[in-house]
């Protein structure tokens, strides 16, 4: 194999690894995001969040609240956010048997402006963003 071959191959390595490098670093700016979120002052034990573009361009991402911290990987710019939680009201027979296993009866106590009609707004930046959310029902106590 002569010299000229040999450098023409090693030319040819480094492009394609230049090229491989190059097309890495494309992909959408990411915002990774995590806080808490309480509602009526006391942490959601099980719920979801979820973050949507407000321009509808962009990336969506959602994840679970778990004794109401999140953390979850979306796109960057001005989110509507929305935030459902679960909770357990009673219980119901599945069929209507005497052996039929029994389920559980649930419920959303968030309002729907925070998530079917969610008023929530937030601005997300590249890197690390911590958002809290502090929600409340509205009743008096």
Known sequence: MGTSNL????????????AAVAGGCGGPP??????????????IPDGSIEFFPVDGKGQTAGTAIK???YQVETGVGEMKVTINAMEVTGHRKTYDTPDSPVEDIVRNPIPEKYNTKSEL??????GDNEVNFDLTSGKKK
């Open 67 to 69: 004794d109401g911290a």
């Open 7 to 18: 450098w023409g191959r090693a030319l040819a390595v480094l492009a394609l690894g230049l």
């Open 121 to 126: 707004r937030q601005k997300l930046t590249l």
């Open 30 to 43: 990411r915002a990774k995001v995590h806080g808490t979120v309480t509602f009526d002052g006391k942490p």
